[in-house]
């Protein structure tokens, strides 16, 4: 009995030793080739995000056992990931090509954090690598906040055989530091290929000092702004010296400084009409007495060429910025019609009413703020006829405000808007479910924003109606330069916006 108790207990631990070894040999069923831990090279160590953006650690593993698994780890960014290779490869991998993003909160608070990145081979071998993620990435370009419109022609006008020198304004701006600033006016000695280093700060202004010969000729110029990221932001202009200019476009200015030029997101200064060689009209919605108005070739200074009152004799105008005094509008609440001729230096002026002035809509069909959707058809349920900014659909139309005094001027509430952001919008009806285009106004393009057309493909029409129209869909898609809070302003009857800050 003994003996057969001893043979029995034998045939136990025998086969429960054939199941651990069994078991490990289904564990470890990948033989050897060299033994050797993983190797990996990570395309860094180091990686720059920031808060709601990704990060992508990337690297090529290798390994002649075969790799089975990758984790990576970070336990104050929730991080525990396993990559099993043999999961999903059907076997171990000799070489992996590692690309893994991970997304981090638009709250998060951290300023840095080490993901730990271990590869593990068949073998249970291990190599581990610490790659360090900070908070200090740099995502935007450089911008322009103020310079001179890229494409645009800057004239500096001949005066009595000489041309007065051009100070050109440029402010820039980027989210980290900026780096430097190069200026390039092609045949004009003493400013090709310059370069003004900048000492890492997230904005700069420079008055480039411009002098150029008083002889007809165009120079293009280049102007490029770059970060430390290397990012940069290019105008291309040209630079004409020249007697008049037909300018293509002319605008009209409420404001009197550069900076009030320049601190909207779009619509100042005001586009007017160019209706025939050297002829312009603007149309002009005047709030309250005094308003001090000036013309201008260029939108986003003063200079070199300003139209205002010639001072030695108001009944005509002069482009010199230095001597133009402002054209006055004193009567309120009316829309003025300005007529000038740049060559002839002339001009006139007259007012018209709130009421003369015309809206795209029928007036007998359609009252703002009051109903006129017959939801169901049945007259049990109206919506009311409002419009306003909307970036997908009817339904999410915030509707704008009517100005108590003119009803043809409407505006939003105040909204944030951050530093790079791009917006996505048209001027459209608010209705709770349907594409239901009682009005609708779109830009000339995404990005130009000089006049909202009304779509004349949607609705009813107003044959009235003389201001701008249009029969393409367009969104308008301007990029915020400088963050904060704007207000958008709208008038209906002229077909023009403004995009300010509060």
């Not at 043979?7 to 050897?32: E, P, R």
């Not at 005094?290 to 003063?302: D, K, V």
């Not at 939801?375 to 409002?386: C, P, V």
């Not at 330069?481 to 509060?502: I, Q």
């Amino acid at each position: 009995m003994r003996t057969r108790f001893l043979k029995v207990s034998l045939l136990c631990v025998l086969f429960a030793t054939g199941v651990f070894v069994t078991g490990c040999s289904d564990d470890n069923k990948y033989a050897d080739v060299d033994g050797e831990a993983p190797v990996a090279v990570l395309k860094a160590d180091h990686i720059q995000s920031g808060a709601g953006h990704d990060f992508t650690i990337e690297g090529t593993l290798t390994d002649a056992d075969g790799i089975s698994a990758i984790k990576l780890e970070c336990a104050d960014l929730y991080l525990n990931k396993t990559i099993d290779l043999i999961d999903i490869y059907g076997a171990p991998q000799t070489s992996y090509d590692l690309s893994y993003k991970f997304s981090l909160a638009k709250d998060e608070v951290g300023e840095q954090f080490t993901v730990k990145v271990t590869v593990i081979d068949v073998g249970g071998r291990e190599t581990s690598q610490d790659v360090l993620i900070t908070m200090d990435g740099d995502f935007e370009n450089p911008v322009f906040a103020v310079a001179p419109e890229d494409g645009s022609l800057v004239a500096m006008l001949l005066r009595d055989g000489s041309v007065d020198p051009y100070d050109m304004q440029l402010q820039l701006t980027d989210d980290r530091a900026l780096k430097s600033l190069y200026l390039d006016i092609e045949g004009a000695a003493g400013y090709e290929d310059v370069v003004i280093d900048i000492d890492s700060v997230p904005s700069f202004t420079y008055t480039w000092k411009i002098e150029l010969p008083a002889e007809k000729k165009d120079y293009p110029a280049t102007i490029v702004v770059t970060d430390y990221a290397e990012k940069t932001d290019t105008v291309r202009c040209t630079i004409s010296v020249t007697d008049v200019v037909d300018f293509e476009k002319m605008y009209l200015a409420d404001v009197a400084t550069d900076a009030e030029l320049n601190s909207d997101v779009f619509g100042v200064p005001m586009l007017v009409n160019h209706v025939g060689e050297y002829q312009y009209e603007a149309l002009y919605y005047n709030a309250k007495s005094g308003t001090e108005i000036y013309f201008l070739p260029q939108n986003t200074s003063f200079s070199p060429i300003c139209y205002g009152l010639d001072p030695a004799n108001n009944e005509r105008l002069t482009d010199n910025p230095s001597l133009a005094e402002p054209i006055v509008l004193d009567q309120a609440n009316v829309y003025y019609k300005i007529d000038f001729n740049i060559l002839e230096k002339t001009y006139s002026m007259s007012v018209y009413s709130l009421e003369e002035a015309q809206d795209p809509w029928d007036p007998t069909v359609l009252t703002y703020g009051e109903k006129c959707f017959d939801l169901w058809g049945d007259g049990s349920e109206y919506i009311n006829f409002t419009f306003g900014l909307t970036s997908d659909n009817p339904t999410g139309v915030k509707s704008f405000i009517q100005d108590e005094t003119n009803p043809h001027l409407f505006y939003s509430e105040p909204m944030e808007l951050a530093s790079g952001e791009q917006m996505n919008f048209i001027i459209h009806n608010y209705h709770t479910s349907e594409w239901w285009n009682m009005v609708r106004w779109c830009s000339n393009t995404e990005t130009d924003l000089d006049v909202f057309n009304y779509y004349t493909q949607s609705g009813s029409q107003n044959d009235k109606y003389t201001g701008p129209k249009t029969g393409n869909d367009v969104w308008s898609k301007p990029t915020v330069t400088v963050g904060g809070t704007y207000r958008f302003y709208f008038d209906s009857h002229l077909g023009r916006a403004k995009l300010v800050k509060e």
